[in-house]
């Protein structure tokens, strides 16, 4: 009886071991635009090695002063996507997770053209993803999330780019400055020799509440849009600003103030809640 029982466990543990997806935290590939290796990480779901399916895939964003490994070492991706996809509540899917912190930090074209991160993340990025691991390629089965200066990132691009994404979700992002003038004071030292109407071209194309503006309705509709941020976040005025433009257009959106501040424990909460937003489109309706 108790070897039954012992036997029993083993079957048990090499289950739940089988169920678990795979983490790999600091792969590389060269990037002609950025003139150098940049470091990515990736999570893999349970299922991937014992199929031959193609996968929806999400790219995930860190904040400023982490790297590609901060939604594995501090956001638990690896429990919080296992978890979700056993419970149901998400669809397997890949997560990518890029560095944007090495060298220069930022995922945006500096004004300078001396770190082109975002020409890096569309035409070097996705591209070497997509032909190096089983993805579906198509819009609807591509989102992007992210968390802080990575939040931004992540509703911006959308907002830019709406052709390859079905699903933006935003934490706690930073959306922009709230003037051109508060840009322009906090970043003067970088902008030797522009042209006035230059850097403000700049500004425009960078600021949330400047991109729906000029952003067509057609567009605004065409992506899925999740915004949340906690009632005591610093970020908190920003992401509601962006919650009431898109209000005014009638831009259908999930907004969320809840309780919490500018912290992981906020984000780790709020991940599940990510993972499924993007799956629900992931899905046949």
């Avoid at 995922?107 to 300078?112: E, L």
Wanted: charge should be neutral; charged fraction near 25%; proline fraction near 2%.
């Amino acid at each position: 009886m108790k070897g039954i029982f012992v036997f029993l466990s083993i079957i048990n543990c090499l289950s739940f071991v089988s169920q678990s997806g795979r983490v790999m935290e600091s792969l590389s590939f060269r990037s002609d635009i950025l003139k150098s290796d940049r470091k990515y990480a990736i999570y893999l779901p349970a299922d991937y090695e014992s199929s031959e399916r193609s996968y929806p895939v999400l790219y995930l964003l860190h904040g400023s002063g982490d790297d590609q490994s901060g939604w594995i070492q501090f956001g638990e991706v690896l429990k919080i996507a296992d978890q979700a996809i056993k419970n149901g509540n998400s669809t397997s899917m890949i997560i990518v997770m890029p560095d944007a912190q090495t060298g220069q930090k930022g995922y945006f074209n500096t004004i300078s053209e001396k770190w082109n991160y975002e020409d890096f993340f569309f035409q070097d990025l996705i591209p070497y993803i997509e032909k190096k691991y089983r993805i579906k390629t198509e819009k609807r089965f591509r989102a992007i999330a992210g968390l802080s200066m990575g939040g931004g990132g992540s509703f911006i691009y959308a907002l830019r780019h709406p052709q390859f994404f079905s699903s933006s979700c935003a934490l706690s992002a930073a959306m922009g400055d709230s003037s051109f003038d508060v840009f322009y004071n906090k970043n003067k030292n970088s902008f030797q020799g522009r042209k006035r109407e230059d850097i403000y071209n700049y500004f425009s194309n960078h600021n949330a509440l400047s991109i729906i503006k000029n952003q067509t309705d057609e567009n605004l509709k065409s992506v899925r849009w999740y915004i949340d941020c906690g009632d005591d976040d610093f970020l908190f005025e920003g992401n509601s600003l962006v919650h009431i433009a898109l209000k005014k257009k009638n831009i259908p959106h999930e907004y969320r103030v809840r309780d919490g501040e500018h912290n992981w424990t906020y984000w780790r909460s709020a991940l599940p809640s990510v993972l499924k937003f993007v799956s629900d489109h992931f899905h046949q309706i």
